[in-house]
């Protein structure tokens, strides 16, 4: 088995724990169209899916690009005004860890499901060009397949210039855990925001990201003089 070099983040539910904010965009977005969907019904069916995906389970059919883009933007919206008008920020522990990895030189990439106005949205409020370049933000660009497809995850490695089993992947949605499975990860690590049941999984379970430090730490075997001392 090959040395852990590098990691791959998923965003949202990982990074940014806005899953009540995304819940509750889709819940206005839905009573928009007089639709009704349990949270559960929206974590297992539209976390981590593209829109494409989204969208025919919500309406039961199948719809034009066009058709995607506007209601996406619709929702998508209403899920960044509710972040502004709270000033929602990065789940505490990640910028620490950030810093950690960028001190420590261990290259990293965001895998997201996300598109890319909202991809454009957290680069640029969350200021991440202090770690990594945007190039390394790798969204849904609708030129491959969706978790739990791995192909995101390729994209993201190839980034790294790194192997699947080289990257430590840090993911929470059902959808993201399959996608790096199928991705080859060298590592899984599961970021519990959202207090679920992740027993069925065999992998790692944080439901404190502060942690991921010392899994970190842990996993990537650093030059004695490179290491980072914990503030």
Known sequence: MSRIKGIIFDFN???????????????IFLQRYRISLSD??????????????IFKYIFKRDFSQSEIDSLAAEKEDIY???????DF??????IPMFN????CAIPIAVATSSDKVNADFYYERYDLKRWFPKRRFIYNDYTFNGKPAPDIFNKAAKQLFLNPDEIMVFEDSPAGIE???NFGAG?????????????KYEYLV???????????DLNINLPRDNHYIFE
């Open 13 to 27: 539910g990982t990074l940014l724990w806005d899953t009540p904010y995304h819940n509750k965009a889709w819940n």
């Open 40 to 53: 559960s019904e929206i974590r297992d069916n539209m976390h981590g899916r593209t829109n494409a995906e």
């Open 80 to 86: 960044r005004h509710l972040i502004i008008n709270s």
């Open 89 to 94: 920020q990065l789940q505490d522990g990640v």
């Open 100 to 103: 950690y990895c960028h001190a």
């Open 179 to 181: 996608a790096a499975e």
């Open 187 to 199: 590592k899984i690590v599961i970021i519990n925001s959202t207090k679920d049941d992740y027993s």
């Open 206 to 216: 944080l439901e404190d990201i502060n942690d991921a430090l010392s899994i970190i």
